[in-house]
């Protein structure tokens, strides 16, 4: 989405409208708002209590906002359960590992590509032609995503066996086994080193234009989050405190005050 395109009222892909939460007297989120065009890299950056990770779990229905709404194709999601959020474009990782820890690559994998199937129990305990052609199609996407991130040689292996940096490409690549319009990463850079750091930068590049995919960023890597977002939203204390691009977000003094420090440090 070029800046063109958002000048002439482009409608957006994702709206966050208003979103409050609070839990018991502990307001985590506090009237919300911004908008996400296709093909964006949005980058969501605050320190820790800031209300990300609480953002991200409206936004894959884990939780459920006290007020406001969540808007995508200008269709409210809130009346969607968790398990139903994959089959209109939602996909997400998890800041910590949320892998099937004794199945192997593939399997893990696999099991993104059956969030968007209509089988059931019945039709798959009879092996039905229909189930047997989704399961060959199943595969050949699997294999496909697994060779995309370069993880054919250890689709076999279980993933608890696995260097953690190979986990989170395993995780990514099941979100991918989704084909989701919108994909969510939590903290896709936590535990990395350096040199993973910047391949990882390159990566959610590459999956946003030849996957086709608008990307939700949230990650405290403010190198990574201002080298490839086309957009920033800074939060704190459960409010919005800043938005822009990655050079106006920079610059704003509240966020050099509350995330970045001060110029003389």
Request: aromatic share 4%; with cysteine.
């Given at each position: 989405?070029?800046?063109?395109?958002?000048?002439?009222?482009?409608?957006?892909?994702?709206?966050?409208?208003d979103?409050?939460?609070?839990?018991?007297?502990?307001?985590?989120?506090?009237?919300v708002s911004?908008?996400m065009?296709?093909?964006?890299?949005?980058?969501?950056?605050?320190?820790?209590?800031?209300?990300?990770?609480?953002?991200?779990?409206?936004?894959s229905?884990l939780?459920?906002?006290?007020?406001?709404?969540?808007?995508?194709?200008?269709?409210?999601?809130?009346?969607?359960?968790?398990?139903?959020?994959?089959?209109?474009?939602?996909?997400?990782?998890?800041?910590?590992?949320?892998?099937?820890?004794?199945?192997?690559?593939?399997?893990?994998?696999?099991?993104?590509?059956?969030?968007?199937?209509?089988?059931?129990?019945?039709?798959?305990?009879?092996?039905?032609?229909?189930?047997?052609?989704?399961?060959?199609?199943?595969?050949?996407?699997?294999?496909?995503?697994?060779a995309?991130?370069?993880?054919?040689?250890v689709a076999?292996?279980?993933?608890?066996?696995?260097?953690?940096?190979?986990?989170?490409?395993?995780?990514?690549?099941?979100?991918?086994?989704?084909?989701?319009?919108?994909?969510?990463?939590?903290?896709?850079?936590?535990?990395?080193?350096?040199?993973?750091?910047?391949?990882?930068?390159?990566?959610?590049?590459?999956?946003?234009?030849?996957?086709?995919?608008?990307?939700?960023?949230?990650?405290?890597?403010m190198?990574?989050?201002?080298?490839?977002?086309?957009?920033?939203?800074?939060?704190?204390?459960?409010?919005?405190?800043?938005?822009?691009?990655?050079?106006?977000?920079?610059?704003?003094?509240?966020?050099?005050?509350a995330?970045?420090?001060s110029?003389?440090q």
């Amino acid at each position: 989405m070029t800046q063109a395109q958002l000048a002439q009222g482009a409608s957006p892909l994702l709206a966050v409208r208003d979103v409050s939460v609070v839990f018991g007297g502990i307001v985590a989120l506090n009237g919300v708002s911004f908008d996400m065009h296709k093909g964006q890299i949005l980058g969501l950056i605050g320190p820790n209590g800031a209300g990300k990770t609480t953002l991200f779990n409206c936004l894959s229905r884990l939780y459920q906002p006290s007020s406001g709404d969540i808007l995508m194709d200008g269709v409210s999601i809130l009346s969607r359960p968790p398990h139903r959020i994959a089959e209109i474009g939602i996909g997400r990782t998890f800041q910590n590992v949320a892998l099937f820890p004794n199945l192997s690559v593939m399997d893990n994998v696999r099991v993104g590509a059956h969030a968007k199937t209509s089988s059931d129990i019945i039709s798959d305990s009879l092996r039905l032609a229909w189930v047997r052609r989704s399961e060959t199609s199943i595969n050949r996407k699997v294999q496909e995503i697994l060779a995309y991130l370069g993880l054919e040689d250890v689709a076999h292996t279980v993933v608890s066996g696995l260097p953690f940096g190979t986990q989170k490409r395993v995780e990514l690549a099941r979100a991918l086994a989704a084909d989701p319009k919108i994909l969510l990463l939590d903290e896709p850079a936590g535990g990395l080193n350096h040199e993973e750091v910047y391949v990882l930068g390159d990566l959610i590049r590459k999956i946003r234009s030849e996957r086709h995919m608008t990307v939700l960023l949230v990650e405290h890597h403010m190198g990574l989050v201002m080298s490839i977002a086309d957009h920033v939203v800074a939060l704190n204390f459960g409010k919005k405190l800043a938005e822009g691009t990655p050079a106006q977000v920079q610059a704003d003094p509240d966020v050099i005050k509350a995330y970045l420090g001060s110029k003389d440090q």
